[in-house]
Antibody
Framework: EVQLVESGGGLVQPGRSLKLSCLASGFTFSNYGMNWIRQAPGKGLEWVASISSSSSYIYYADTVKGRFTISRDNAKNTLYLQMTSLRSEDTALYYC?????????WGQGVMVTVSS | DIQMTQSPASLSASLGETVSIECLASEDIYNNLAWYQQKPGKSPQLLIYYASSLQDGVPSRFSGSGSGTQYSLKINSLESEDAATYFCLQDSEYPWTFGGGTKLELK
C-alpha cells in the first residue's frame, strides 16, 4: 500500500524558515517523481514544486521560486521542501504527492501557519 | 501559464441523478488532465487521468471525456458518498494548474 506521511509543519513567524519532510513507503520511491501541492484554508489547490526521480529535473511555481527548495533522498525514501523567507500567503496545508505521470497518491498533508 | 476555468462552482443534485462538471483550458492541454475528489478534512483522491482513464478502484459511474481545451467529468447515478469537492488539474506543462473546484451537494 502506497503511503506518504508528511511532517515538519507548524507555526512560524514571517521571514523565518521551515523544512517539510515526506516519508514514502509501499512503492519504489526512487522510480517516481514527486510533488508538493498546497491548499490554503478554505481555498483550492496550488501546485508548488516537482522533482524527478533522480533529481535531474526540478520545477517551481513562480510564487515560491527563489524561496523554496525541493529535494529528495532516495536512500531514505524521503522528499523534502525547504521553505525560507516565509510569508503569510504561504499559510496552507502542504501535501506531498507521487507523480505517476500525474499526482496519483497524496499524503494526508501537513499544516504550515505563517503568522507573528 | 495555462488557466483552468472550472464550472459550475457549486452544484446541488439528487440521489440517482447524473451531473457533469466542466474544465476549460486556456490552451490545448493534449488530454493531460486529471480529476480529483476531495472530501472535508481528507486529501484529494484521483478519479480520472489522461482525461478519460478511470483510476483503479474508482466506481464506473465516474467518467471523463474531452480533448483540446474542453474537458468534463460525468457522475452517473449519484450516491450519497459522492458529496465532495471536485478539482481538475492540467499537467501538460509547468506550472501545473488546478481548476477552482466544484462543490457537489446532495439534496
Amino acid at each position: 500500500e502506497v503511503q506518504l506521511v508528511e511532517s515538519g509543519g507548524g507555526l512560524v513567524q514571517p521571514g523565518r524558515s521551515l523544512k517539510l519532510s515526506c516519508l514514502a513507503s509501499g512503492f519504489t520511491f526512487s522510480n517516481y517523481g514527486m510533488n508538493w501541492i498546497r491548499q490554503a484554508p478554505g481555498k483550492g489547490l496550488e501546485w508548488v514544486a516537482s522533482i524527478s526521480s533522480s533529481s535531474s529535473y526540478i520545477y517551481y511555481a513562480d510564487t515560491v521560486k527563489g524561496r523554496f527548495t525541493i529535494s529528495r533522498d532516495n536512500a531514505k525514501n524521503t522528499l523534502y521542501l525547504q521553505m525560507t523567507s516565509l510569508r503569510s500567503e504561504d499559510t496552507a496545508l502542504y501535501y506531498c504527492a507521487r507523480d505517476g505521470g500525474y499526482p496519483d497518491y497524496w499524503g494526508q498533508g501537513v499544516m504550515v501557519t505563517v503568522s507573528s | 501559464d495555462i488557466q483552468m476555468t472550472q464550472s459550475p462552482a457549486s452544484l446541488s443534485a439528487s440521489l440517482g441523478e447524473t451531473v457533469s462538471i466542466e474544465c476549460l483550458a486556456s490552451e490545448d492541454i493534449y488530454n493531460n488532465l486529471a480529476w480529483y475528489q476531495q472530501k472535508p478534512g481528507k486529501s484529494p483522491q484521483l478519479l480520472i487521468y489522461y482525461a478519460s482513464s478511470l483510476q483503479d478502484g474508482v466506481p464506473s459511474r465516474f467518467s471523463g471525456s474531452g480533448s483540446g481545451t474542453q474537458y468534463s467529468l460525468k457522475i452517473n447515478s449519484l450516491e450519497s458518498e459522492d458529496a465532495a469537492t471536485y478539482f481538475c488539474l492540467q499537467d501538460s506543462e509547468y506550472p501545473w494548474t488546478f481548476g477552482g473546484g466544484t462543490k457537489l451537494e446532495l439534496k
